[in-house]
C-alpha cells in the first residue's frame, strides 16, 4: 500500500511541482489549498505524513498545525514555509511541528526529509509498547496486571508472568528460545533452571487454556523454547 501523504499549499505552481516530485518517489498525495480544506481532508483520509505551509487563505498552518495535534499526537507534520526567521521556527516547532524547511528549497532535501519523517513514524508505530491483547475468551491488561479467562476468572499477574506473556504474545506463532526469554526476562545474573520457566508456562496455560491436555495457545518446543499461537 503506498503511503499517503497531505500536500497543504496555496501557490499553484509549487503545489504542482511537489506533488509530481512526490508521486514519482511512490507516494499518493491528497491535495488542500487552503486551512480550512487540510483540516476537512485529515478528519476524512487517513496520512502518513503533512506538509503544510505557514501562510495559508482561512487558516493559517500554525492553527492548523494545533487543531491537528488535539487530534493526532504522532502523524508527522513538516512545515514548508517562506517564514523562516529563527522566532517562526522555533514557534512551528513548540506547537508540534517535527521538520521546518524554508522557502526556497532544494527539492532533493525536500524529499530527504520526507522519507525520513515516514520511515520514522513507521518504526515508532511498530515498537509501540503493547499495552492490551485478546486471544480467545481471554484478555490481558500489561498496565495493570490484569487478566480474564473464557471462564470469567480474574486474577492479577506477577510482574514477570507479565513480562514473560508480553514476549511471547508479541512474537506470536515464532519460537522464543530459553535463551532468549533467560536474557530478556531474568537477566544475565540469574540463572533460573529450565524447569522454573516450564512453570511459568505452566501457570499460562492453567489461567488461559479451556483444556490443559491439548494446548492450544502455549506450546513447548522440545529442546529449544516456547510458542504462543494465536
Known amino acids: 500500500m503506498k503511503q499517503k501523504i497531505l500536500l497543504v499549499e496555496d501557490e499553484e ?6 506533488k509530481l516530485n512526490l508521486e514519482l518517489e511512490g507516494y499518493s498525495v491528497g491535495l488542500a489549498k487552503n486551512g480550512k480544506s487540510a483540516l476537512e481532508n ?20 500554525f492553527d492548523v498545525c494545533r487543531k491537528i495535534r488535539l487530534l493526532n499526537k504522532n502523524i508527522p ?18 506547537i508540534g511541528a517535527d521538520d521546518y524547511l524554508s522557502k526556497p528549497f532544494n527539492l532533493e532535501e525536500l524529499l530527504l526529509r520526507v522519507h525520513n519523517l515516514i520511515k520514522r513514524n513507521s518504526n515508532n508505530n511498530e515498537t509501540k509498547e503493547l499495552e492490551f491483547y485478546k486471544f480467545g475468551g481471554n484478555s490481558v491488561n500489561f498496565l495493570s496486571y490484569e487478566m480474564s479467562n473464557s471462564k470469567g476468572q480474574k486474577n492479577i499477574l506477577s510482574k514477570r508472568e507479565t513480562e514473560l506473556l508480553k514476549l511471547l504474545i508479541e512474537k506470536k506463532n515464532q519460537v522464543v528460545s530459553r535463551d532468549e526469554i533467560l536474557e530478556k526476562i531474568w537477566g544475565e545474573n540469574v540463572f533460573p533452571t529450565s524447569r522454573t520457566i516450564d512453570n511459568y ?30
Open 13 to 18: 505552481n509549487l503545489l504542482d511541482i511537489i
Open 42 to 61: 485529515f478528519e476524512q483520509e487517513k496520512f502518513d505524513l503533512i506538509i503544510l505551509d505557514v501562510m495559508l487563505p482561512e487558516l493559517n498552518g
Open 77 to 94: 507534520i513538516l512545515f514548508l514555509t517562506a517564514k523562516n526567521t529563527s522566532e517562526d521556527r522555533i514557534n512551528g516547532l513548540k
Open 201 to 230: 508456562i505452566l501457570n499460562f496455560r492453567k489461567y488461559f487454556e479451556t483444556n490443559n491436555k491439548e494446548t492450544q495457545y502455549f506450546q513447548s518446543i522440545r529442546g529449544v523454547g516456547y510458542k504462543f499461537v494465536d
